[in-house]
């Protein structure tokens, strides 16, 4: 057969004994791992939302430990471009929202049961990358004390500097006093917000000019603060649009929890800044 009759002339047909693609990509691992416990029409929708979010999740834990080892050595370019992709990934996750929102309560209340008191709240990646940017809330811990090597793996997160940490140490070997942090040695619980660290990042985006990298730095981080809200306001609007105001299999109150969640800042001094511009 001619190619003009043929496209797919010349493609590897034989696969005996050589890595192909479901081989390369795991896919019967990937693809056997959806075990809906309902006969419920839409829980594969449920799971396949929830799984694909999760190996998203991974990706940016991967790229956020990058960005915060560039960042330790000084290496801001690969950095900025990590940090570019975590925020991609995060309007990936965005737009993921509106396939989960075309179902409805009525055909959610159908597999609701099944779930037990299981819950995103129960998110290890999700605890991963809000501990990794900065967010230490502790007590977010205690979910995962029935998983030692769970837990251990988010305890290695807390024993190093955040994304965060590793910015305002950057504003210190800049030159920028930035008061008690510069003697801090325990990263485990959450940071008090610091007037120095504001007075720093009021000068660099006073002067962008003379400080173009740590101002750059300033507006990636900001970046990937707000795709983040957005996916916490995505979140908690769907969430209202299926199951109103009940209380969340996790045990919290639900869309009142979710919606003061929406308040936490991983980078509080990047926000306040912009009112003394
Ligand atoms: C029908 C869709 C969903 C509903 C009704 C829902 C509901 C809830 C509720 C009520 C909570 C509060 C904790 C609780 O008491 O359970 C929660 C937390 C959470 N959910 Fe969902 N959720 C949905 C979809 C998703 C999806 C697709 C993800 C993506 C992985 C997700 C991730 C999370 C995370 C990470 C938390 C913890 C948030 C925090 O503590 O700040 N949820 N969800
Ligand atoms: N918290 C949800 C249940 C839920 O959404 C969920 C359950 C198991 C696995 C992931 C979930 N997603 C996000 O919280 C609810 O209260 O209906």
Same mark, same amino acid.
Do not use: C
């Given at each position: ?16 004994? &050589? ?7 795991? %896919?019967?691992?990937? $693809? =056997?791992? *959806? ?9 594969? %929708?449920?799971?396949? *939302? ?26 801001? &370019?690969?950095?900025?471009?990590? $940090?570019?992709?975590?925020? &991609? ?10 396939? %989960? ?23 290890? *990646?999700?605890?991963? #990358? ?27 997160? $807390?024993?190093?500097?955040? %994304?965060?940490?590793?910015? #305002?140490?950057? $504003? ?13 040695? =325990? ?8 007037? *120095? ?5 009021? =000068? ?25 809200? &957005? ?47």
């Amino acid at each position: 057969m001619a190619e003009a009759e043929n496209p797919a002339q010349g493609a590897q047909m034989e696969f005996r004994g &050589r890595m192909s693609y479901g081989d390369y990509l795991h %896919l019967e691992k990937v $693809l =056997d791992a *959806q075990e809906p416990l309902s006969t419920a029409h839409d829980e594969l %929708l449920f799971i396949i *939302q929830h799984q694909t979010s999760e190996l998203w999740m991974k990706l940016a834990i991967h790229e956020i430990r990058s960005a915060i080892s560039a960042i330790r050595g000084d290496d801001l &370019r690969p950095a900025f471009k990590m $940090l570019t992709r975590v925020a &991609r990934i995060f309007e990936q996750l965005n737009n993921a929202w509106d396939v %989960l929102r075309t179902m409805t309560p009525s055909e959610y209340t159908q597999f609701r049961g099944a779930l037990g008191q299981s819950s995103g709240f129960q998110s290890y *990646q999700y605890r991963a #990358i809000e501990f990794l940017a900065g967010n230490r809330n502790l007590a977010m811990l205690k979910p995962h004390a029935h998983r030692p090597e769970i837990l251990s793996a988010l305890e290695d997160i $807390l024993a190093s500097p955040s %994304l965060y940490d590793e910015a #305002i140490r950057l $504003l210190a070997r800049n030159g920028f006093d930035v008061g008690a942090e510069a003697e801090r040695t =325990d990263w485990r619980g959450a940071r008090p917000e610091n007037e *120095q660290v504001l007075a720093a990042w009021r =000068d660099i985006y006073r002067e962008p000019g003379r400080y173009w990298a740590l101002y750059e730095l300033a507006e990636k981080l900001v970046d990937f603060e707000d795709y983040f809200r &957005r996916w916490r306001f995505n979140h908690v609007t769907t969430v209202e649009r299926i199951i109103g105001l009940k209380r969340g299999t996790g045990g919290t109150s639900g869309v009142s929890y979710l919606r003061k969640m929406l308040e936490v800042e991983l980078f509080p001094e990047l926000w306040k800044v912009r009112t003394e511009l």
